[in-house]
């Protein structure tokens, strides 16, 4: 007689013929099913599993659908082993993408080819391939530390090749048109800090006022704030070590900010009473509760437009900030260290499209240093 959670095995007959079920308990009232044509397989089976289940392996095995098994690894392994955000990111390329088109599929059935021509449709579509293959990757690699299956199909699987998109971002004129435009706009001081500090999004929306030194003129970045699907606003760990960083502010940014709180403290806090909402944040509703980012990103549409600027992303003010620094000679590891990069060929290689300019400038500087003129 076996206890629930060693699972069950069950007789069933459809249409005259004779199956046996195995069903086996996976937790938080999930089960696997599996049927058998005869009983000395579900035996072997429910005692494979158990087998699998007491040194801690996953109880799925190479008879086990792709969307069963990357449904488990999420809740199993990315869940408890990454940042939200991470999770929330994984979770909805797998929704989106991979269940839709590989749910359905045999974990062991799965090989390069199948996974090839999977990544070039989704290509085909304006869907970064690479980004959807990592996914996949890192979930099969699981599957063969955990001996599901014996190899990565997608490790294997070619990736198209396309052009790497080159960053939107403004020139210095155009970046003075940007704050011109700005002025006034409840978002004026979030998008002077983008663009004069290179933050990003999730950075600057999880600054607190503690957060910035006003006599220093500096800014630290510890934490940031994303939208976590069914968890409303959570707080994380920056992106990486280099992230948390402490950053100098220009100081037409720190007259915004200043300008900012005193809005923040004397009419939001006082027009919404009882409503407000202490929760210490630089950048926050008229209530003190965090932005919704989608109010942000129209706001910032209806600027560009208005302003006769080219379409931007709010990660193109950060890119905005990048360049302009180029341009003005800065040292690309200062550069690095003001974004967070976390290498400097990090920031070498996203902005390499400066760097025939800046050749040219340093050739330029050169002249003039020995011929003198």
Same mark, same amino acid.
């Given at each position: 007689?076996?206890?629930?959670? %060693?699972?069950?095995? *069950?007789?069933i007959?459809?249409?005259g ?29 429910l005692? %494979?599993?158990?087998?699998?289940? %007491? ?12 969307g069963?098994?990357?449904?488990r ?6 869940? #408890? ?41 989704i290509?085909?579509k ?8 990592? /996914? ?5 690699? *699981? ?8 190899r ?14 080159? #960053? ?5 004129t ?7 435009? /700005?002025? +006034? ?26 957060? $910035?030194?006003?006599d ?7 934490k ?7 968890? +409303? ?14 950053? #100098?502010v ?18 939001d ?26 109010? $942000? ?27 302009l ?9 200062? $550069?690095?260290e $003001? ?8 920031t ?13 400038e ?12």
């Amino acid at each position: 007689m076996r206890t629930r959670n %060693e699972g069950s095995i *069950y007789k069933i007959t459809r249409r005259g013929k004779t199956k046996w079920r195995v069903a086996i308990s996976l937790g938080n009232a999930r089960r696997s099913m599996r049927d058998f044509d005869t009983l000395a397989e579900a035996r072997r089976h429910l005692t %494979e599993a158990n087998r699998r289940k %007491e040194v801690g392996l996953p109880t799925v095995d190479s008879r086990t659908r792709l969307g069963t098994f990357l449904t488990r690894w999420l809740e199993d392994h990315v869940k #408890p082993t990454t940042r939200p955000a991470t999770f929330e990111s994984y979770s909805a390329i797998v929704r989106n993408h991979l269940l839709p088109a590989l749910g359905d599929t045999l974990v062991s059935r799965l090989t390069p080819a199948a996974v090839s021509s999977f990544l070039r449709g989704i290509a085909d579509k304006g869907i970064s391939a690479e980004h959807v293959r990592r /996914v996949l990757r890192n979930a099969l690699n *699981y599957a063969v530390k955990h001996e599901v299956v014996s190899r990565n199909a997608a490790s294997l699987a070619t990736v198209p090749k396309r052009e790497p998109k080159q #960053p939107t971002f403004l020139s210095p004129t155009q970046a003075r048109t940007f704050l011109g435009a /700005v002025k +006034g706009n409840r978002y004026e001081a979030l998008f002077a800090v983008a663009l004069s500090c290179g933050l990003r999004l999730s950075e600057a929306l999880g600054l607190s006022w503690a957060d $910035i030194d006003f006599d220093e003129g500096k800014l630290s970045v510890n934490k940031q704030l994303r939208s976590v699907r069914g968890a +409303g606003k959570a707080f994380s760990k920056p992106k990486s070590r280099r992230s948390v960083r402490t950053i #100098p502010v220009p100081q037409f940014a720190l007259e915004v900010l200043r300008e900012h709180r005193l809005t923040q403290e004397f009419q939001d806090r006082l027009a919404a009473g009882a409503r407000w909402q202490d929760s210490g944040l630089v950048f926050c509703s008229k209530l003190g509760t965090p932005c919704d980012e989608r109010n $942000i990103r129209r706001s910032l549409d209806r600027v560009v437009r208005a302003a006769g600027l080219p379409r931007l992303r709010f990660h193109d003010l950060r890119h905005s900030c990048a360049t302009l620094l180029l341009a003005q000679g800065v040292d690309p590891r200062t $550069i690095m260290e $003001i974004l967070g990069h976390s290498s400097i060929t990090l920031t070498l290689q996203t902005y390499s499209h400066v760097l025939p300019q800046l050749t040219q400038e340093a050739a330029e500087r050169m002249h003039q240093l020995l011929m003198g003129r």
